[in-house]
């Protein structure tokens, strides 16, 4: 299994010179299996150039949405592969109780916020509630469950022949926890990250950022530290970089959490690509 | 969830996570089942109405915990199970309110209050939680 992140900053795109090392696009990532068999997660606008580097590249691209806000999204009106007419998009997503996915999506690719609508994408478009059981997706198996993050949030597991990954760009596991972290059982998305091979997870703030920033849906990197520890993952990368820090933050925030982490630790960077 | 190798009982779902911590927070007793009925929480205020902690109890199954606080009915006689607030919440999935009587842990009866309520999310049902309180 191979992933590649085309995009790792949380909820903003910041480009420009001081993010130009780990990257100013915001969540997506691919995910190949051994095969060439393709996952997206999610569609911020690093998707706008992972659809161009797939090219005219036929056949079924399945795109797993972990969540609706707007930086996990706003880059599926700019991915190609939705406008080729012999394309076949299948996007996943967090079921709701309310609306369907359709709806929820056309509430951005539509005016006035974008000028195309879900209807007219030229591709066969399929979406999909993310299922809560191992289910079958070419070569991968995928399993998704909601996870401690404003509005319906789901983080994936995912397995292809013995290489698993868990991906969780946001996610606030320590959120009124008195003792995190506490047991697993009692431990938002334990079980999506339980000794996976790689954890790729929200590390958004430092424990000074987060103390006054508690419930907007993210992790301090001491809770991805302890979150890692205790689901005994191989490796771990960390994602969804705040939008105010630069490089040199982050080079700072990521050599401290390198000396105290119990797991390998990596910064996610932007064209960084992993083979398990 | 699937295989997971090397890990621990399941994980609760999120919706049962969340309500413990919020009940960690209350100045109001909470005691929290699963679908099956077995015990996963009660809070600190609840541990004076019960008589011992939660971390001297432990989980419980249904049928431990019904036989451990013995509810009656406040003329003392024995409560049938299907009459239970929290099991009427589960069985039923609909709210229930009761005013009766539990033996505590430590041996003492005490007249509760109490409302139990299913918790639905959006896969179904997901257990229930009663909120209590000492009857007058």
Redesign the interface.
């Given at each position: 299994m191979k992933v590649v992140l085309w995009g790792t900053r949380g909820s903003l795109p910041s480009a420009g010179p001081e993010t130009a090392r780990y990257g100013g696009n915001t969540a997506c990532a691919e995910v190949r299996a051994d095969d060439g068999s393709l996952l997206v997660l999610d569609a911020g606008s690093g998707i706008r150039r992972l659809g161009a580097a797939l090219g005219a590249v036929e056949g079924r691209v399945d795109v797993l949405l972990t969540h609706l806000h707007m930086d996990h999204i706003q880059g599926l009106g700019f991915f190609a592969p939705l406008f080729r007419e012999s394309g076949e998009v299948h996007i996943w997503g967090p079921?709701?109780?309310t609306a369907d996915m359709r709806s929820r999506l056309g509430r951005y690719l539509s005016p006035p916020l974008f000028p195309v609508r879900v209807r007219d994408l030229g591709s066969r478009l399929v979406l999909h509630d993310a299922p809560?059981?191992?289910t079958p997706i070419g070569p991968f198996?995928v399993?998704a469950?909601?996870?401690?993050h404003p509005g319906?949030t789901i983080g994936y597991?995912i397995r292809a022949g013995s290489r698993s990954i868990a991906y969780l760009p946001d996610h606030e596991p320590a959120?009124?926890?008195?003792d995190f972290p506490a047991?697993?059982?009692?431990?938002?998305?334990?079980?999506?990250a339980?000794?996976v091979d790689l954890l790729i997870h929200d590390a958004q703030y430092t424990a000074d950022e987060y103390a006054s920033r508690v419930g907007w849906g993210h992790s301090s990197v001491d809770h991805v530290l302890a979150f890692a520890k205790l689901?005994?993952v191989g490796r771990l990368l960390t994602f969804h970089h705040d939008p105010g820090h630069d490089d040199d933050t982050l080079d700072a925030l990521h050599q401290t959490m390198m000396e105290r982490s119990g797991v390998p630790v990596e910064p996610g960077r932007e064209g960084m690509s992993l083979t398990l | 969830?699937?295989d997971?190798?090397?890990?621990?009982?399941?994980?609760?779902?999120?919706?049962l996570?969340?309500l413990?911590?919020?009940a960690?927070?209350l100045d109001l007793p909470v005691f929290l089942v699963d679908t099956e009925g077995r015990l996963v929480y009660f809070n600190e205020p609840a541990e004076p109405l019960l008589g011992l902690r939660f971390d001297e109890v432990g989980e419980l199954s249904m049928v431990d915990w019904l036989a451990a606080f013995r509810p009656a009915d406040v003329d003392g006689g024995a409560l049938a199970t299907d009459a239970v607030p929290l099991v009427v919440a589960l069985r039923e999935a609909r709210a229930c309110h009761a005013v009766l009587t539990i033996s505590g842990l430590d041996g003492v009866r005490r007249a509760i209050a109490t409302t139990a309520v299913p918790i639905r999310?959006?896969?179904g049902l997901l257990g229930a939680v009663a909120l209590f309180w000492s009857a007058p």
């Open positions: 079921p709701s109780i809560e059981g191992p198996v399993e469950a909601l996870v401690v319906p597991r959120l009124g926890a008195r047991s697993g059982c009692w431990t938002s998305g334990h079980d999506l339980a000794g689901t005994s | 969830m699937s997971h190798e090397g890990t621990q009982a399941g994980q609760l779902p999120i919706e996570i969340l413990r911590q919020v960690s927070y999310g959006q896969g």
